[in-house]
């Protein structure tokens, strides 16, 4: 596969696409997390690629034409399925190899912490070391995912914070409309 390495720290690996034609955006992370081992495909390879793929721990750049810049999306993000998202030849690949993990998005209670349930906004308790915002290499462990997937309930959005180590009541909204009535309700508290 011809993939051309670029600058990379120790959170991240990023290649450009150099294969005629391009390659499935499945391979090319597997190949990068193979290129990281010296060769060796690291944690069950195209397992662990499709791991990373799923939380959102990889990025498909697309260069801007006359511009010296990347739009970077998101694996969770792409239009299409990550078994199925195809990187053209000239764009590019980034890798969060080690991303962050936070078990406690997996607790089994998430309906019990649901303290308040309507059409604009769903109050939760939060346990403690679970992030309110999405991660750069964790997209899917944070709590508007957690609980949007526990209830069925999707595209909610926290409309304030709490640390990740922090537990207690985050209001989430269902809606953009919801959220900002929150967030100017808090303006105009006295």
Known sequence: MALEPLESNEHSIRFKVMEEGGVSLV???EEVLCTKTGGEHA???RARAL????IGAVYVGFPQKGLDHINWVRSTDLPVAVTAAHVERGHYVRVHPAPKRYPACYCK??????LHC?????????????????????????LAACVGKAL?????????????WTTGVVV???????????????????
Request: contains cysteine.
């Open 109 to 114: 209670d998430w309906p019990s912490r649901v």
């Open 172 to 190: 989430l909204s269902r809606h953009k409309a919801a959220n900002k009535e929150f967030k100017r309700s808090l303006q105009n508290y006295p």
């Open 51 to 54: 791991e990373l793929l799923q």
């Open 43 to 45: 944690d069950g390879g």
């Open 152 to 164: 069925g309930v999707e595209g909610l959005e926290v409309c304030h914070r709490l640390d990740q």
């Open 27 to 29: 391979a090319v992370t």
């Open 118 to 142: 309507d059409d604009d906004l769903i109050v939760v308790n939060k346990p403690p070391g679970l992030p309110c915002m999405r991660h750069e290499s964790n997209a899917t462990e944070e």
